[in-house]
T-cell receptor, first 112, second 118 residues
Framework: DAKTTQPPSMDCAEGRAANLPCNHSTISGNEYVYWYRQIHSQGPQYIIHGLKNNETNEMASLIITEDRKSSTLILPHATLRDTAVYYCIVRAPGAGSYQLTFGKGTKLSVIP | GAVVSQHPSRVICKSGTSVKIECRSLDFQATTMFWYRQFPKQSLMLMATSNEGSKATYEQGVEKDKFLINHASLTLSTLTVTSAHPEDSSFYIC??????????????FGPGTRLTVT
C-alpha cells in the first residue's frame, strides 16, 4: 500500500470547517483513499473513501487532487466531539489487500 | 449496519493467567477478521489476520503460541492472550471485513478491549 504523510496535529475552532490534508504521492491507479478517525480509547471509525472523484457523505467531504497525489478531508462544521486522531490510508479495494495499515495520523483538537 | 462488538471492554488479570477476548460481527458475516494492538500514544499495529475455518496469519514479531486466535464461525473470532505478562497490557481492537456492492472490501472496527496485567 502507498505511504501517506499527514501533519501530526491541527487545531480547529468549534463551528468552523476542519481541513485535514494528506499526501500520497506514490499512490497507484487502483488504490483508494480511505479516512478513519479514532476518538480516545475507542476503535477506529470509518469516515469516507474515494478513488478520484470528490466524495461527500453525512460526516465529511473528501477532495482528491486531479493527479491523486494528495487529498483533503473536510469536516464542514467541527464540533468538540470531532476531536480525534484522523488517519488517511491508501489501499487497493480487492480481496488481496487484506489489512488497513495505520500511520500516525493527525491529532485534531477542536477548541471551544 | 456493519456493527462489530467486543467483549469484554476492560479486563484486569494477574500475571501468568490467560484472557480471552471475543469479537463479533453483529449484522453481517465476516470471513476475515483482523486483530490489532495499540500501546499508549501509538498507532494501531496489526497482529494477525483471521480467516474463518482456517489458521490465522500472524504478523512478524507476534508470537502465535502466545496470542491464540480462533475464528470458528462467520460472526465470531476470539483472541486468547496466554500466560499474560504486564508488557501485554494494551488496547486490543478487532475489525471485520465486509464486501460492499460486490466491488470493494470495507473494514469496520470494534470498540476495543483494554487489557491490564498486574
Amino acid at each position: 500500500d502507498a505511504k501517506t504523510t499527514q501533519p501530526p496535529s491541527m487545531d480547529c475552532a468549534e463551528g468552523r470547517a476542519a481541513n485535514l490534508p494528506c499526501n500520497h504521492s506514490t499512490i497507484s491507479g487502483n488504490e483508494y483513499v480511505y479516512w478513519y478517525r479514532q476518538i480516545h480509547s475507542q476503535g477506529p471509525q470509518y469516515i469516507i473513501h474515494g478513488l478520484k472523484n470528490n466524495e461527500t457523505n453525512e460526516m465529511a467531504s473528501l477532495i482528491i487532487t486531479e493527479d491523486r497525489k494528495s487529498s483533503t478531508l473536510i469536516l464542514p462544521h467541527a464540533t468538540l466531539r470531532d476531536t480525534a486522531v484522523y488517519y488517511c490510508i491508501v489501499r487497493a479495494p480487492g480481496a488481496g489487500s487484506y489489512q488497513l495499515t495505520f500511520g500516525k495520523g493527525t491529532k485534531l483538537s477542536v477548541i471551544p | 449496519g456493519a456493527v462489530v462488538s467486543q467483549h469484554p471492554s476492560r479486563v484486569i488479570c494477574k500475571s501468568g493467567t490467560s484472557v480471552k477476548i471475543e469479537c463479533r460481527s453483529l449484522d453481517f458475516q465476516a470471513t476475515t477478521m483482523f486483530w490489532y494492538r495499540q500501546f499508549p500514544k501509538q498507532s494501531l499495529m496489526l497482529m494477525a489476520t483471521s480467516n474463518e475455518g482456517s489458521k490465522a496469519t500472524y504478523e512478524q514479531g507476534v508470537e502465535k503460541d502466545k496470542f491464540l486466535i480462533n475464528h470458528a464461525s462467520l460472526t465470531l473470532s476470539t483472541l486468547t492472550v496466554t500466560s499474560a505478562h504486564p508488557e501485554d497490557s494494551s488496547f486490543y481492537i478487532c475489525s471485520a471485513r465486509v464486501l460492499r456492492a460486490g466491488v470493494s472490501y470495507e473494514q469496520y472496527f470494534g470498540p476495543g478491549t483494554r487489557l491490564t496485567v498486574t
